[in-house]
């Protein structure tokens, strides 16, 4: 998608901090921390909300979970991290390219 950050920082057009990427999706480093440690996971397609994914895009959601957990360490999550999918306005999403936040890195505030 032309006009998106995400698709235009996978196209190598905007800059950014790369720590993992493979055949299905990325992880950045966030430009704008609200944790110690504040990555995003963000799937090669561009959907913009959770509600127009697919089966097949839904199942990436679920491997991207799993393997955030199998990179806790080179990531700096061993203590523990929180995922966070932010879902419309309400929720305060602002890219409108499905991603999930990670954070970590020190003690979250409880919600
Ligand atoms: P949302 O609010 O949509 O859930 O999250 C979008 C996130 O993308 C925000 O945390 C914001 O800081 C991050 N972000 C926006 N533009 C850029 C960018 O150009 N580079 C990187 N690395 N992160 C960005
Ligand atoms: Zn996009």
Redesign the pocket.
């Given at each position: 998608m032309e006009d998106c950050?995400?698709c235009?920082?996978k196209k190598g057009e905007?800059p950014?901090?790369i720590l993992y990427s493979d055949d299905d999706f990325m992880i950045?480093?966030?430009?704008?921390p609200?944790a110690k440690i504040?990555l995003?996971a963000i799937p090669n397609e561009h959907v913009p909300y959770i509600d127009m994914m697919t089966e097949d895009g839904a199942k990436i959601l679920g491997k991207i979970i799993l393997k955030i957990s199998h990179l806790q360490e080179e990531l700096g999550l061993t203590q523990g991290y929180r995922l966070?999918?932010?879902q419309g306005e309400n929720?305060?999403?602002?890219?409108?390219h499905v991603?999930i936040?990670i954070l970590g890195g020190e003690k979250l505030k409880e919600f």
């Open positions: 950050v995400f235009k920082i905007l950014s901090t950045i480093k966030d430009i704008n609200q504040h995003i966070v999918i932010n929720a305060g999403q602002t890219v409108l991603h936040h």
